[in-house]
């Protein structure tokens, strides 16, 4: 159990490095389905470490993380119907 929290940690890690460095140099928009899908995957998955690690400040700040791009993919999602 604990090497697969590891590695779910280090995916959630990846993900949210990768969309933001993506984002950072223009190659990934940040009104993007894909860049919405790696900051929600990315922090849920950083939720179930630090939860597992009992590191309750990161779990705080991955919670508020994907709570605001919940909403944003919604939004999107609507967008994209019209």
């Not at 993900?15 to 460095?21: F, N, Q, S, T």
């Not at 940040?30 to 779990?59: E, H």
């Amino acid at each position: 159990m604990e090497t697969l929290i590891e590695i779910l940690g280090w995916i959630g890690s990846f993900e949210v490095i990768i969309a933001y460095g993506l984002n950072s140099y223009q190659r990934l928009r940040s009104d993007t389905f894909l860049f919405y899908f790696l900051n929600i995957t990315g922090g849920l998955l950083l939720i179930i470490y630090s939860i597992y690690k009992g590191a309750f400040a990161n779990t705080f700040i991955n919670v508020v993380w994907v709570i605001i791009a919940i909403p944003a993919v919604i939004k999107l999602l609507r967008k994209s119907k019209r």
